[in-house]
């Protein structure tokens, strides 16, 4: 069993910054993917970016060009640098790996952290 605690969350005005960051713990191979998914209220959970242990990243279109994605491979540990934020992206934001164990694939999601941004 693999699990991930989130850190970095919390207020902050229109137009300034936060940093998360994810650490992944337990039993595992290896981590393949691993990504960050937000879910504002009433809305379904989205992907808002992800990265391949290779560094290939992948973001959603509402976030490119002011959230950066970045993981350390050795430290298993995955960062969302958001900048110039927006109210819309208040969420909670869940860290999420795919890991290897036991010639599969699994899934594995953190406790999820709040990011409310103010106008």
């Known amino acids: 069993q693999v699990q991930l605690v989130e850190s970095g969350g919390g207020l902050v005005q229109a137009g300034g910054s936060l940093r998360l960051s994810c650490a992944a713990s337990g039993r595992f191979f290896s981590i393949n993917r691993m990504g960050w998914y937000r879910q504002a209220p009433g809305n379904e959970r989205e992907l808002v970016a992800s990265?391949?242990?290779?560094?290939?990243?992948n973001y959603a279109d509402p976030v490119k060009g002011r959230f950066t994605i970045s993981r350390d491979n050795a430290k298993n540990t995955v960062s969302l640098q958001m900048n110039s934020l927006k109210p819309e992206d208040t969420a909670v934001y869940y860290c999420q790996a795919i890991y290897y164990r036991d010639f599969e694939d699994y899934d594995a999601w953190g406790q999820g952290i709040q990011v409310t941004v103010s106008s």
């Open positions: 990265i391949t242990r290779g560094g290939n990243t």
